[in-house]
């Protein structure tokens, strides 16, 4: 069932409504009672985004806003690897706070994925559900279109069984009867206007050109940016992963925290980059007195995969920087001795991190980014990677900004920013 909701009330509504009408219901109206507490369902469905979790965090608290225009209620996708979305394994309370995004929302219903596909396989009619493609038109260098385009909305084609498959959609037994492209136009975002022509087209019926009640809404985003109106305040974490870095805090605090991007830096800069970031430092804990030092970075640490899914170029370049810093075990330069904590150092997630189940989510992105994110918003000072060493251009860096200066004079900070 929806959040919120009680066996209690489920049954008060359904007495009521048998009490109440003349026909009796039908075997999917007593489904639908069960799940969103009316004879018709109406749910949104954001399967898939294309942005890693900083990213994704952000695009799935603006779908509240659809939610919300268009009454229905928002699935949340699972989670994974740094991605939210249908193919992902994990529940969505893996990665966040379910209870508080609810909190925060309290005229929004949810309900989970799992209890989404319960419905599904329990309907004895399959559910008719809408299609809708949301495109950035300034991204999609393949996509042709004129040098100057207006927001605007078209009819799609149906996805092929291939891609079906790729984002899924085979573990959803819909029948999917309608398919859309929203199109953001290049150049500025409207962002008003365009939840304002989504949630108008997605309403009307293409045929009838009256209001539709499709039993599902599907979206499938595929624009980067964000494309309705922005909602600043993030989707709360899982309180074991604030549980975690919790630990790191009371075992380093005070630290410098060092967020390293490696990708899109140049390779070739990576071991003058190494040893610039120590001497910065050494004159940090100088000039502070700060000793311990905490580094997130995109490169894997482990051997697995890097902390980035697009990060795909490990020259030795990167691997000399890591040596320079002593992250192999050994030193380039004993003079060079700075000892640098991970989350590898800290023995983090020690009761899940050897479990078959989340192999997959140790040795890549996801768990450990938010794990890094938030040791990094209470270091005491914290360092970013300069130009030609990392990429600057970094939504994680900019939440961590953001939170930083919210708890600036409340923890006393040193820093909020600043690069080496």
């Known amino acids: 069932s929806t959040i919120n909701s009680s066996s209690e009330e489920n049954t008060i509504t359904e007495n009521t409504i048998n009490t109440s009408s003349e026909t009796p219901l039908t075997e999917d109206e007593k489904i639908n009672i069960k799940y969103c507490q009316e004879k018709t369902c109406k749910f949104l469905f954001p399967y898939i985004h294309l942005e890693q979790e900083t990213r994704a965090n952000i695009h ?12 229905r209620t928002l699935v949340i996708s699972n989670v994974g690897n740094s991605r939210v979305g249908a193919c992902k394994l994990y529940s969505f309370d893996f990665y ?10 309290p005229d929004i219903r949810f309900i989970t994925q799992d209890k989404f596909l319960e419905w599904i396989k329990e309907r004895k009619i399959k559910p008719i559900a809408q299609h809708s493609q949301m495109i950035q038109d300034d991204f999609n260098k393949s996509f042709k279109s004129p040098k100057k385009m207006t927001i605007g909305v078209n009819e799609s084609t149906k996805l092929g069984n291939k891609k079906r498959k790729k984002f899924c959609l085979n573990l959803f037994n819909l029948n999917i009867t309608n398919y859309k492209q929203f199109h953001t136009g290049i150049g500025e975002f409207y962002r008003e206007a365009m939840l304002k022509l989504v949630t108008n087209t997605l309403k009307v019926s ?14 499938l985003n595929t624009s980067p940016a964000e494309i309705f109106p922005r909602i ?8 074991y992963i604030i549980k975690e870095s919790k630990k790191i805090l009371k075992k380093l605090e005070p630290y410098i925290a060092v967020h390293w991007r490696m990708e899109r830096g140049q390779p070739e800069l990576m071991p003058e980059c190494a040893k610039k970031l120590v001497k910065r430092l050494k004159d940090i804990q100088k000039q502070y007195g700060i000793k311990n030092v905490y580094l997130a970075t995109d490169f894997p640490l482990n051997g697995g995969n890097p902390q980035s899914q697009t990060f795909h170029n490990i020259s030795n ?3 000399e920087a890591i040596e320079i810093l002593g ?7 004993s003079s060079d001795h700075i000892k640098v904590n991970t989350w590898i150092s800290m023995d983090v997630f020690s009761q899940i991190r050897d479990d078959p189940k989340y192999e997959k989510e140790f040795n890549g992105a996801g768990i450990l980014g938010i794990l890094d994110k938030l040791v990094c918003v209470n270091a005491k000072y914290f ?8 990429r600057i251009s970094s939504t994680f860096t900019k939440v961590v900004f953001t939170e930083r200066q919210k708890l600036k004079d409340k923890y006393n900070f040193t820093n909020i920013v600043s690069s080496w």
């Open 317 to 319: 370049f990167h691997k």
């Open 327 to 333: 992250l192999n075990g050994s030193f380039a330069n």
């Open 232 to 239: 600043t305040k993030v989707i709360p974490y899982s309180s």
């Open 60 to 71: 799935t608290r603006l779908y509240t806003q659809l939610a919300r225009s268009l009454n």
């Open 383 to 390: 360092l970013k990677g300069p130009k030609g060493c990392a």
């Open 96 to 105: 966040y706070d379910l209870k508080a995004f609810q909190k925060d929302y």
């Open 206 to 219: 293409p045929i009838t050109e009256e209001y539709e009640e499709y039993e599902v809404i599907m979206i």
